[in-house]
Protein backbone atom coordinates (compact mmCIF):
# COMPACT_ATOMS: atom_id res chain seq x y z
CA UNK A 1 0.00 0.00 0.00
CA UNK A 2 0.87 3.62 -0.56
CA UNK A 3 2.41 6.11 2.15
CA UNK A 4 -0.31 8.17 2.85
CA UNK A 5 1.73 11.43 1.33
CA UNK A 6 2.64 9.62 -1.74
CA UNK A 7 -1.58 8.62 -2.36
CA UNK A 8 -2.31 12.07 -1.40
CA UNK A 9 0.28 13.08 -3.84
CA UNK A 10 -0.84 10.42 -6.78
CA UNK A 11 -4.80 10.87 -6.26
CA UNK A 12 -4.72 14.44 -6.61
CA UNK A 13 -2.94 14.93 -10.00
CA UNK A 14 -4.77 15.97 -13.39
CA UNK A 15 -4.44 15.13 -17.24
CA UNK A 16 -6.51 17.42 -19.23
CA UNK A 17 -5.95 16.74 -23.08
CA UNK A 18 -8.61 18.70 -23.96
CA UNK A 19 -8.41 22.36 -23.44
CA UNK A 20 -8.87 25.85 -25.71
CA UNK A 21 -6.22 28.95 -25.53
CA UNK A 22 -6.77 32.16 -26.88
CA UNK A 23 -5.30 30.91 -30.53
CA UNK A 24 -8.84 30.29 -31.24
CA UNK A 25 -12.01 30.92 -28.71
CA UNK A 26 -10.23 30.84 -25.93
CA UNK A 27 -9.79 33.36 -23.02
CA UNK A 28 -6.13 32.57 -22.19
CA UNK A 29 -2.89 32.45 -24.05
CA UNK A 30 -1.47 29.53 -23.77
CA UNK A 31 1.64 30.09 -21.38
CA UNK A 32 -1.01 31.54 -19.48
CA UNK A 33 -3.36 28.58 -19.74
CA UNK A 34 -0.66 26.55 -18.48
CA UNK A 35 0.23 28.23 -15.67
CA UNK A 36 -3.40 28.60 -14.22
CA UNK A 37 -3.58 24.66 -14.96
CA UNK A 38 -0.46 23.83 -12.70
CA UNK A 39 -2.15 25.86 -9.89
CA UNK A 40 -4.81 23.60 -10.30
CA UNK A 41 -2.71 20.26 -9.96
CA UNK A 42 -2.25 19.48 -13.76
CA UNK A 43 0.80 17.31 -14.34
CA UNK A 44 -0.25 17.10 -17.92
CA UNK A 45 -1.88 19.60 -20.55
CA UNK A 46 -3.51 19.28 -23.90
CA UNK A 47 -3.57 22.30 -25.26
CA UNK A 48 -5.96 21.54 -28.49
CA UNK A 49 -7.33 24.77 -30.42
CA UNK A 50 -10.15 24.46 -32.73
CA UNK A 51 -9.12 24.86 -36.27
CA UNK A 52 -10.11 23.79 -39.92
CA UNK A 53 -7.39 23.14 -42.64
CA UNK A 54 -6.66 26.73 -43.79
CA UNK A 55 -5.14 27.67 -39.45
CA UNK A 56 -3.58 24.40 -38.77
CA UNK A 57 -0.33 25.62 -39.55
CA UNK A 58 -0.42 29.01 -38.10
CA UNK A 59 -1.57 27.67 -34.92
CA UNK A 60 0.14 24.67 -34.23
CA UNK A 61 3.58 26.74 -34.95
CA UNK A 62 2.54 29.15 -32.43
CA UNK A 63 1.58 26.59 -30.08
CA UNK A 64 4.26 24.27 -30.41
CA UNK A 65 6.84 27.15 -28.98
CA UNK A 66 4.43 27.94 -25.64
CA UNK A 67 4.21 23.97 -25.14
CA UNK A 68 7.88 23.36 -25.45
CA UNK A 69 8.92 26.39 -22.92
CA UNK A 70 6.46 25.11 -20.67
CA UNK A 71 7.79 21.99 -20.71
CA UNK A 72 11.28 22.79 -20.33
CA UNK A 73 10.53 25.24 -17.45
CA UNK A 74 7.52 24.53 -15.51
CA UNK A 75 8.57 20.78 -16.03
CA UNK A 76 4.15 19.70 -17.02
CA UNK A 77 3.58 17.50 -19.77
CA UNK A 78 2.19 20.31 -22.32
CA UNK A 79 1.35 19.15 -25.54
CA UNK A 80 0.47 20.80 -28.51
CA UNK A 81 -2.71 19.58 -30.25
CA UNK A 82 -5.39 20.84 -32.38
CA UNK A 83 -9.32 19.99 -32.38
CA UNK A 84 -10.64 19.43 -35.93
CA UNK A 85 -13.77 21.57 -35.67
CA UNK A 86 -17.20 21.39 -38.17
CA UNK A 87 -15.06 19.76 -41.15
CA UNK A 88 -16.57 18.07 -43.35
CA UNK A 89 -16.83 14.64 -42.47
CA UNK A 90 -14.89 13.13 -45.55
CA UNK A 91 -12.05 16.13 -45.23
CA UNK A 92 -11.16 15.12 -41.28
CA UNK A 93 -8.98 11.96 -42.02
CA UNK A 94 -6.36 14.21 -44.74
CA UNK A 95 -7.05 16.96 -41.85
CA UNK A 96 -5.70 14.52 -38.79
CA UNK A 97 -2.57 13.28 -41.36
CA UNK A 98 -2.06 16.86 -42.33
CA UNK A 99 -2.20 17.92 -38.37
CA UNK A 100 0.42 15.77 -37.43
CA UNK A 101 3.01 15.99 -40.21
CA UNK A 102 2.72 19.65 -39.20
CA UNK A 103 3.59 19.21 -35.75
CA UNK A 104 0.84 18.42 -33.53
CA UNK A 105 1.72 16.00 -30.60
CA UNK A 106 -2.31 14.87 -30.11
CA UNK A 107 -5.20 15.27 -32.67
CA UNK A 108 -8.94 14.94 -31.38
CA UNK A 109 -12.36 15.30 -33.42
CA UNK A 110 -15.02 17.62 -32.80
CA UNK A 111 -17.24 14.71 -32.48
CA UNK A 112 -21.21 14.88 -32.82
CA UNK A 113 -22.70 16.39 -29.84
CA UNK A 114 -26.49 16.79 -29.83
CA UNK A 115 -26.00 20.62 -28.49
CA UNK A 116 -24.48 21.54 -32.09
CA UNK A 117 -24.93 21.24 -35.32
CA UNK A 118 -22.03 18.61 -36.36
CA UNK A 119 -22.55 17.04 -39.75
CA UNK A 120 -23.11 13.30 -39.57
CA UNK A 121 -20.65 10.58 -40.43
CA UNK A 122 -17.74 12.85 -38.26
CA UNK A 123 -17.08 10.69 -35.48
CA UNK A 124 -17.18 7.18 -38.06
CA UNK A 125 -14.41 9.47 -40.31
CA UNK A 126 -12.30 9.80 -37.01
CA UNK A 127 -12.65 6.41 -35.55
CA UNK A 128 -11.59 5.43 -39.26
CA UNK A 129 -8.52 7.72 -39.01
CA UNK A 130 -5.02 6.18 -37.52
CA UNK A 131 -3.92 10.02 -36.99
CA UNK A 132 -7.28 10.85 -34.82
CA UNK A 133 -6.31 10.17 -31.03
CA UNK A 134 -9.58 11.35 -29.07
CA UNK A 135 -13.18 11.71 -30.58
CA UNK A 136 -14.27 14.86 -27.92
CA UNK A 137 -18.17 14.47 -26.61
CA UNK A 138 -19.63 11.88 -29.68
CA UNK A 139 -22.68 12.07 -28.64
CA UNK A 140 -25.05 9.36 -29.25
CA UNK A 141 -22.64 7.20 -30.59
CA UNK A 142 -24.08 4.19 -32.75
CA UNK A 143 -23.23 0.43 -32.30
CA UNK A 144 -21.38 0.45 -35.61
CA UNK A 145 -19.00 3.37 -34.28
CA UNK A 146 -18.77 1.62 -31.16
CA UNK A 147 -17.13 -1.34 -33.13
CA UNK A 148 -15.02 0.64 -35.08
CA UNK A 149 -13.48 2.47 -31.79
CA UNK A 150 -13.05 -1.19 -30.23
CA UNK A 151 -10.90 -1.98 -32.60
CA UNK A 152 -8.79 1.24 -32.60
CA UNK A 153 -6.52 2.78 -30.59
CA UNK A 154 -8.81 5.78 -30.12
CA UNK A 155 -10.37 6.81 -26.66
CA UNK A 156 -13.60 8.62 -26.21
CA UNK A 157 -13.89 11.44 -23.84
CA UNK A 158 -16.21 11.74 -21.11
CA UNK A 159 -16.64 15.41 -21.08
CA UNK A 160 -17.13 18.20 -18.08
CA UNK A 161 -18.39 21.48 -20.83
CA UNK A 162 -21.69 22.15 -20.24
CA UNK A 163 -24.01 20.71 -22.93
CA UNK A 164 -21.34 18.02 -23.85
CA UNK A 165 -22.09 16.59 -20.94
CA UNK A 166 -25.24 15.27 -21.27
CA UNK A 167 -24.37 12.57 -22.95
CA UNK A 168 -21.60 11.07 -20.73
CA UNK A 169 -24.32 8.63 -18.98
CA UNK A 170 -24.99 6.91 -22.64
CA UNK A 171 -21.06 7.22 -23.50
CA UNK A 172 -20.72 5.02 -19.99
CA UNK A 173 -23.34 2.81 -21.24
CA UNK A 174 -21.76 2.22 -24.55
CA UNK A 175 -17.91 1.94 -23.50
CA UNK A 176 -19.15 -1.07 -20.92
CA UNK A 177 -20.74 -2.60 -23.93
CA UNK A 178 -17.79 -2.68 -26.46
CA UNK A 179 -14.92 -2.33 -24.08
CA UNK A 180 -13.99 1.00 -25.10
CA UNK A 181 -11.27 3.48 -23.62
CA UNK A 182 -12.52 6.91 -21.75
CA UNK A 183 -10.35 9.91 -21.10
CA UNK A 184 -12.01 12.89 -19.36
CA UNK A 185 -11.61 16.04 -20.74
CA UNK A 186 -12.78 19.84 -19.47
CA UNK A 187 -13.26 21.06 -23.04
CA UNK A 188 -12.01 24.33 -20.91
CA UNK A 189 -12.17 27.69 -22.65
CA UNK A 190 -11.65 29.73 -19.42
CA UNK A 191 -9.55 29.38 -16.63
CA UNK A 192 -12.71 28.55 -14.42
CA UNK A 193 -13.43 25.62 -16.75
CA UNK A 194 -10.44 24.27 -15.79
CA UNK A 195 -10.63 20.61 -13.63
CA UNK A 196 -9.63 20.49 -9.96
CA UNK A 197 -9.39 16.72 -8.41
CA UNK A 198 -12.95 16.63 -6.71
CA UNK A 199 -14.49 18.02 -9.38
CA UNK A 200 -13.10 15.38 -11.92
CA UNK A 201 -14.21 12.82 -9.87
CA UNK A 202 -17.35 13.81 -9.24
CA UNK A 203 -17.94 14.25 -13.37
CA UNK A 204 -17.16 10.98 -13.70
CA UNK A 205 -19.77 9.80 -10.72
CA UNK A 206 -22.16 11.66 -12.10
CA UNK A 207 -21.26 9.70 -15.42
CA UNK A 208 -21.90 6.76 -13.65
CA UNK A 209 -19.26 5.41 -13.50
CA UNK A 210 -17.95 3.14 -10.32
CA UNK A 211 -14.63 4.05 -8.34
CA UNK A 212 -12.44 1.33 -9.98
CA UNK A 213 -13.74 2.98 -13.59
CA UNK A 214 -12.91 6.57 -12.20
CA UNK A 215 -9.14 5.09 -11.52
CA UNK A 216 -8.89 4.03 -14.90
CA UNK A 217 -10.14 7.07 -16.83
CA UNK A 218 -7.85 9.53 -14.10
CA UNK A 219 -4.99 7.42 -13.91
CA UNK A 220 -4.33 4.08 -16.11
CA UNK A 221 -5.74 5.82 -19.57
CA UNK A 222 -3.38 9.01 -19.59
CA UNK A 223 -0.30 6.75 -19.64
CA UNK A 224 -1.66 4.64 -22.16
CA UNK A 225 -2.13 7.15 -24.42
CA UNK A 226 1.07 9.39 -23.50
CA UNK A 227 2.69 6.43 -25.07
CA UNK A 228 0.65 6.18 -28.06
CA UNK A 229 2.24 10.02 -28.75
CA UNK A 230 5.60 9.14 -27.95
CA UNK A 231 5.73 11.12 -24.25
Not at 77 to 99: F, M, N
Request: glycine share 8%; net charge negative.
Amino acid sequence: MLPREIFIIFYSVIWDFHTHSSLSDGELSPIELIRRAISKGYVGIGITDHTGIGSLKRIIEELKKDCELAQKLFGIKAICGVELTHLPPKAIPEAAREAKELGAQIVIVHGETIVEPVARGTNIMALSSPHVDILAHPGFLTEEEALLCSKSSIFLEISSHKGHSLTNGYIVKMARKFNLKLLLGSDAHTEEELLTPSFARDVLKGAGLEDGEIEEVLFKNPPILLRKLGF
